[in-house]
C-alpha cells in the first residue's frame, strides 16, 4: 500500500489533455514539494516535474504540475502514443523522514 | 555529461549478502544527495535509502532499515548500498539516482540504468 495515492490507470485519444492525481497528507505534500516521473517500458524513470510546478530543461511545456493542499496533479496536453508510459508522483515525507512515491499510473493513448 | 553506473547485482540466496555500487560521473559528486530506487519485477518504484552531499545524514525505508546500510566515498565518486539479511522480496531493479541539491528530496533528476537483484535459492 503506497502512502501516496494515484489512480491505476487513465486514457485518452491523441491530441487531448489528461490530467493524473496524487493524494497525500499534511506530513507529505500538504508541507513538501511535489515530483512527477515518466517511466516508458523497459528503462529507468525520469523525471519531468520538480518543485510541484517546475519543468527540468528539456522537459515540453506539454507537461505541467500543480499542487493544492494534499494533493498535486500532472497535466499532460497534445497527448501522443510515445506518451503512454507509468507515471509516478513523489515527495518528502516529515513524518517518515523518506522519500514516497505513489503506486503509479499507467497512461494509455487510444 | 551526468553519468550513474550501477554495478553489484546478481543472484543470492535468501539471507545472504550483496553490495551495490554506483559510480558517477560529470557532476560535483559532494554537492548532490544520492538515492537507491527499486523496482520489484512488474510493480511500481519504491524508495529504498538516502544520503546526503556530505554523507552526513542518511535515511532508510522501514522496509530495509537494519538490513541496508547506505554510504558514499566522496574521493571515489561511488555511492553503495550494503544489502543484508536479504529476502525474496528485495528481488527487484536497483537504481541509483541523483537529486537535484545536497540535502535529500524526491527530486532525483538522473537516474542510472539499474541493477537486477534476485534473490532465490
Known amino acids: 500500500q503506497s502512502v501516496l495515492t494515484q489512480p491505476p490507470s487513465v486514457s485518452a485519444a491523441p491530441g487531448q489533455k489528461v490530467t493524473i492525481s496524487c493524494f497525500g497528507s499534511s506530513s507529505n505534500i500538504g508541507n513538501n514539494f511535489v515530483s512527477w516521473y515518466q517511466q516508458l517500458p523497459g528503462t529507468a524513470p525520469k523525471l519531468l516535474i520538480y518543485?510541484?510546478?517546475k519543468r527540468p530543461s528539456g522537459i515540453p511545456d506539454r507537461f505541467s504540475g500543480s499542487k493544492s493542499g494534499t494533493s498535486a496533479t500532472l497535466g499532460i496536453t497534445g497527448l501522443q502514443t510515445g506518451d503512454e508510459a507509468d507515471y509516478y508522483c513523489?515527495?518528502?515525507?516529515?513524518?517518515?523522514?523518506?522519500?514516497?512515491f505513489g503506486g503509479g499510473t499507467k497512461l494509455t493513448v487510444l | 555529461e551526468v553519468q550513474l553506473l550501477e554495478s553489484g547485482g546478481g543472484l543470492v540466496q535468501p539471507g545472504g549478502s550483496l553490495r551495490l555500487s554506483c559510480a558517477a560521473s560529470?557532476?560535483?559528486?559532494?554537492?548532490?544527495?544520492m538515492s537507491w530506487v527499486r523496482q520489484a519485477p512488474g510493480k511500481g518504484l519504491e524508495w529504498v535509502s538516502a544520503i546526503s552531499g556530505t554523507g552526513g545524514s542518511t535515511y532508510y525505508a522501514d522496509s530495509v532499515k537494519g538490513r541496508f546500510t547506505i554510504s558514499r566515498d566522496n574521493s571515489k565518486n561511488t555511492l553503495y548500498l550494503q544489502m543484508n539479511s536479504l529476502r525474496a522480496d528485495d528481488t527487484a531493479i536497483y537504481y541509483c539516482?541523483?537529486?537535484?541539491?545536497?540535502?535529500?528530496?524526491?527530486?532525483?533528476?538522473?537516474w542510472g540504468q539499474g541493477t537486477l537483484v534476485t534473490v532465490s535459492s
Open positions: 539516482a541523483r537529486d537535484r541539491v545536497v540535502v535529500v528530496t524526491a527530486a532525483l533528476d538522473y
Open positions: 560529470g557532476f560535483t559528486f559532494t554537492s548532490y544527495a
Open positions: 513523489g515527495t518528502w515525507d516529515s513524518g517518515l523522514s523518506a522519500v514516497v
Open positions: 518543485d510541484s510546478n
